[in-house]
């Protein structure tokens, strides 16, 4: 009972990042030299993009492609816009159309998987994970995409070296460190989850979950006065609180009993 209340927190905590989408500055793109309508088409895509005309802005960036296909920037900009409609299939084409040009544009490396992941085709975005992870073997990214997709499918041994990868490449990310102290504690490995949560503690002295996770360490350990302070701080968080004041509760109960039998004892002797 008690391992599935702190599942269920830990998925309320976890479930907005699963999916690992992200989202890019569709300015941040070289320029590439292109024909003069083609590059009109685009800004006027851009703008509706911005306005959040995603429909109106895929016509434009379509006939910025079909009117010169250097235009690999709209080709991109359409694939995300079809992604914001949550067209994530079509997103995908777009995307691997990139990559059967430039195999290494970092962003359609990083794109595809996600858009294929949110299609629904799991495996297709695992092979698209080790596409990525092979094209820039120094980048946290696909590890920790591919691991935090095991974690959705439920896989936490698989997940756990690659993200233990992904914090090693970029240890200042913390939502890595968030995913693996939780693959660990999925997976029963709750010495590792502990590690993990100090050094998310060490970061963010405010972080709610690593901080029930630290309680329950002690908890389990016996240490009950530390764990009850741990159970304090993180009962501040609402996600956590009715966790938090539960164990609060139960240590308190636990310290009573504890003076309770040291006072018997005590009387047992000089009786």
């Known amino acids: ?95 691997q159309l990139i990559l059967e040009r430039d195999p290494k544009h970092v962003k359609a490396l990083k794109m595809l998987p996600a858009s294929l992941a949110n299609s629904g085709e799991t495996e297709k975005a695992l092979a698209a994970y080790d596409e990525g992870i092979k094209a820039i073997p120094e980048s946290y990214y696909f590890y920790g995409g591919k691991g935090t997709l095991y974690i959705k499918l439920k896989k936490f041994e698989k997940a756990i070296p690659l993200l233990e990868n992904a914090v090693k490449i970029d240890p200042k990310r913390i939502k890595m460190q968030e995913n693996l102290m939780y693959a660990y504690n999925e997976s029963g490995n709750l010495e590792e989850s502990y590690k993990t949560a100090l050094k998310i503690i060490e970061k963010n002295n405010k972080h709610a979950l690593a901080r029930l996770i630290i309680a329950d360490y002690k908890r389990l350990n016996g240490k009950y006065n530390e764990a009850l302070k741990d159970y304090e701080l993180a009962a501040r968080n609402i996600e956590t609180k009715a966790y938090a004041e539960h164990f609060i509760e139960v240590i308190r109960q636990k310290l009573e009993e504890i003076e309770i039998e040291k006072e018997y004892e005590a009387w047992q002797k000089n009786k």
Do not use: C, P, W
């Not at 003069?36 to 995603?54: A, I, P, T």
């Open 1 to 95: 009972m008690k391992k599935l209340i702190i599942t269920s927190i830990l998925l309320v905590f976890f479930a907005f990042q699963l999916s690992f989408l992200v989202t890019f500055d569709l300015y941040a793109e070289a320029e590439i030299v292109v024909k003069k309508e083609s590059g009109e088409e685009y800004r006027e895509g851009l703008n509706l993009f911005n306005e959040k005309n995603y429909f109106q802005a895929i016509a434009r960036f379509e006939k910025a492609y079909q009117f010169d296909e250097r235009n690999i920037n709209a080709l991109f900009a359409h694939g995300l816009a079809l992604s914001k409609l949550k067209k994530y299939r079509e997103a995908a084409e777009k995307f």
